[in-house]
């Protein structure tokens, strides 16, 4: 839900192109895009993947023909591509590496060739910071990830970083906090804790919970994260800049669990000591200091924990074959 449309309406005509934009958080930024009369390209290894008004090419990341085709002429790169379940990491890590380091290099290559004036939005992660954080957590904190889904993206972000100091490719790194919303998968844990639990809470499951729930979250709603991606493109100023991108408000993992749960109206979560059937991992606490991206933009995410978890239910209610 797009809060203010005056500055984004520089998307109307613009060439855009996305990677990675059949996952949650892309397929929301194309939608918007598109409202915006922006002029999209989808870069995607699934023919299944043609949207109405999106230009799609047909490959990988991976594939330095197919991003050197892809890069020419565009003036915004969202760069989402990427291995994104946290847990499946110890099974599928050289996969992991393959997408998230050597992917990200073969697109940062094909702009240095083709298009180096062209503005790239690279979409990180918090557990870049690893788990033994001090809250709330700011852009110079130091960097110590333990998954390797951490790792690679702290890799991949200095590669951005370095491509942008070398040879002036304009790039911006947001470091993404816990986005739920509309659209988000229900099916597993792996991709979406908010979703998972609602899917729960809408099937009126009980859950166990291995956990004391007071872990703290930093949950940014779907809308206020594709805006902020939307304005940070459009700016000069972010260019060689990491951002936090979450809304700076603490919630615990129990108050989430609480929020879905009354907005159902279903469903039963208890927290246990001992090792439920169905294990949700849970890292140490996290909050967010945004004001590096409040200072910038002049702007930042809206959202409540309970409006956001509100249009999610109410999106699932309307579209359930979409989560």
């Known amino acids: 839900m797009i809060q203010s449309k005056n500055i984004l309406n520089k998307y109307n005509g613009k060439k855009v192109l996305v990677t990675g934009g059949t996952g949650f958080i892309g397929n929301n930024l194309i939608n918007t895009l598109k409202k915006l009369g922006a002029n999209i390209t989808l870069v995607s290894r699934d023919v299944k993947s043609l949207i109405e008004g999106v230009e799609l090419i047909t490959g990988d990341i991976r594939d330095q023909s197919v991003m050197n085709k892809a890069v020419i002429d565009k003036e915004i790169i969202f760069n989402l591509a990427a291995q994104v379940s946290h847990m499946d990491k110890n099974i599928i890590s050289y996969e992991d590496l393959d997408i998230n380091c050597r992917g990200q290099l073969t697109l940062l290559e094909a702009c240095r060739i083709h298009n180096p004036k062209v503005k790239i939005v690279f979409s990180s992660t918090r557990m870049v910071y690893g788990e033994n954080t001090k809250n709330p957590i700011k852009e110079t904190h130091s960097t110590n990830p333990v998954t390797i889904y951490g790792i690679h993206k702290l890799t991949a972000e200095k590669y ?47 859950v166990e919970i291995l956990s004391s729930g007071k872990q703290i979250r930093d949950y940014i709603y779907i809308g206020d994260l594709v805006e902020t991606m939307l304005r940070v493109a459009l700016s000069s100023k972010t260019n060689g800049q990491i951002y936090n991108c979450g809304t700076g408000t603490k919630h615990t993992f129990g108050e989430m669990l609480q929020t879905i749960s009354n907005t159902v109206g279903s469903g039963n979560f ?45 999106y699932a209610k309307k579209y359930p074959n979409k989560t």
């Open 160 to 206: 951005h970083l370095a491509y942008n100091a070398k040879y002036n490719i304009p790039c911006t790194i947001l470091r993404i906090g816990n986005p739920y919303g509309d659209g988000q998968h229900f099916s597993k844990g792996l991709y979406s804790m908010p979703g998972w639990f609602m899917n729960q809470a809408i099937n009126n499951k009980t």
């Open 270 to 314: 208890f927290y246990s000591k001992k090792s439920p059937n169905h294990k949700i991992p849970i890292a140490d606490s996290y909050c967010f200091d945004v004001s590096k991206l409040k200072k910038t933009l002049g702007w930042s995410a809206k959202t409540s924990l309970q409006e956001g978890i509100r249009y999610m239910y109410e």
